[in-house]
C-alpha cells in the first residue's frame, strides 16, 4: 500500500474543488452527481463519455468546466462526413518562398489540445471515432509514419446520443473500453427547470475565471495514486468485476443470464482509481468498499454488453450492476 500521501495537498484539493463547483454553478443549474463524477474521472486521469438525449446542456457543462481549469480546449463537431485527419491533422505540401524547395509539414488538428470535447461522438462512423484511440490510450498520435505527442493534461470528453435516435452509430466496444467513466445525464428536476427557463439568458452570459492552474492539476491528479487503499478495497474491486464475466465461477446465474461478456482487467484499476479520487473529493484520506459500489456504475455501465435475455425483458446495464452490488 502507497502511504506516500500529503494531507496538506489533500485539503487544498478539496478547496479548489468547492471553487470549481461554485463557479460551475453560476452556469449550471443542478446536475451536482454529475460534476462530481466528471471532477472525479479528470482528477483520476481517465477520459470520459457523456450519454443524454440533445438539450440537456453537455457541451455547455463541458465548456464551463473547462473555462474553470485554465487550460487549452478545443471542440470537434462529430458530423458524418467527420474524417480522421479532421481530428488528427495532416500533412501538406509547403513551400518556402525564398528558396522555391517545398517540403511536406504536419500541421496538428483540434486533437492538440489539453481538453478535447468530442461532441455527438456516434454521429461519425467507426472509422472516423477510431481516430481519437492511439490518442487517448498513449497520448500521442502518429501521421506518416511520425509520432507526435500531445499537450499534458490530456483529457477526452465525448457527448452522445441515445443509439435509438437517428442517425447515430453504436461506438465500437474498443473505443468505448478507453473511456474511464460513462456517465448518464438526465431531465433537470422540477425546480431546476423552472430556474433555467426563467434565467436561461442570465446562465450563457456569465463569464466564467479559471481557479486552478496546470501546475495545481498535477499535483492533484499524483495526490489521487498515492491515495492508500486497503487490500479489502481492492478485492472489493476485482470480485465485483469478474462477476461480470459469464464464464467466471463469480458470475451469478441470475447475472449470467443477462449478459454476453462483461468488463476486463481495465475496469478494476479503473474502480480503485475512482475509488480514490471520490474518497478525495469527501475529505477522506483512504476508500471504503462504498466508494466502489458508487464508482461501478460509471466504470462498467458501458462495458457490459447486454445477451438476448437481457434485450427482450429490458434489463439495462444499471439493472444488472444494482443486481452485482446487492450481491456482495
Not at 22 to 36: C, N, P, S, T, Y
Not at 55 to 62: I, N, R, S, W
Not at 238 to 245: D, G, K, P, W
Amino acid at each position: 500500500m502507497n502511504t506516500d500521501y500529503d494531507v496538506q495537498t489533500a485539503h487544498e484539493l478539496c478547496k479548489t474543488v468547492a471553487a470549481i463547483k461554485a463557479e460551475i454553478a453560476k452556469r449550471i443549474v443542478g446536475q451536482i452527481e454529475v460534476i462530481d463524477d466528471l471532477l472525479a474521472c479528470f482528477l483520476a486521469g481517465g477520459h470520459c463519455l457523456l450519454t443524454g438525449v440533445p438539450g440537456l446542456a453537455k457541451t455547455m457543462l463541458v465548456q464551463s468546466l473547462s473555462r474553470c481549469l485554465d487550460l487549452e480546449f478545443n471542440r470537434i463537431q462529430f458530423t458524418p462526413d467527420l474524417m480522421p485527419s479532421d481530428i488528427t491533422g495532416s500533412e501538406i505540401l509547403m513551400e518556402d518562398r525564398a528558396s522555391g524547395r517545398r517540403e511536406f509539414k504536419f500541421i496538428k488538428g483540434p486533437i492538440f489540445a489539453n481538453i478535447v470535447l468530442a461532441d455527438e461522438i456516434n454521429r461519425t462512423p467507426p472509422k472516423t471515432q477510431s481516430a481519437l484511440l492511439q490518442a487517448m490510450q498513449e497520448q500521442e498520435i502518429t501521421s506518416s509514419g511520425v509520432t507526435h505527442s500531445l499537450p499534458k493534461p490530456f483529457w477526452v470528453l465525448a457527448t452522445q446520443n441515445p443509439v435509438e435516435q437517428e442517425g447515430t452509430y453504436p461506438l465500437p466496444e474498443a473505443q468505448q473500453d478507453r473511456f474511464m467513466f460513462s456517465i448518464e445525464i438526465g431531465y433537470p428536476d422540477m425546480n431546476s427547470e423552472l430556474l433555467i427557463a426563467r434565467n436561461n439568458a442570465d446562465y450563457q452570459n456569465v463569464e466564467l475565471k479559471p481557479v486552478v492552474t496546470k501546475e495545481q492539476i498535477s499535483t492533484f491528479r499524483e495526490l489521487v495514486k498515492r491515495v492508500p487503499a486497503a487490500n479489502s478495497v481492492v478485492e472489493a474491486a476485482v470480485s465485483l468485476v469478474r462477476a461480470t464475466r459469464p464464464a467466471e465461477k463469480e458470475c451469478s446465474d441470475d447475472v449470467r443470464k443477462y449478459l454476453t461478456w462483461g468488463a476486463g482487467p481495465r475496469a478494476s484499476q479503473f474502480l480503485v482509481l475512482a475509488a480514490r479520487a471520490f474518497a478525495l473529493l469527501d475529505g477522506r484520506p483512504t476508500p471504503d468498499v462504498k466508494d466502489i459500489h458508487r464508482a461501478a456504475y460509471p466504470v462498467l455501465r458501458h462495458r457490459l454488453v447486454r445477451s438476448f435475455h437481457g434485450d427482450v425483458e429490458g434489463v439495462g446495464t444499471n439493472d444488472i450492476i444494482d443486481k452485482l452490488i446487492r450481491q456482495r
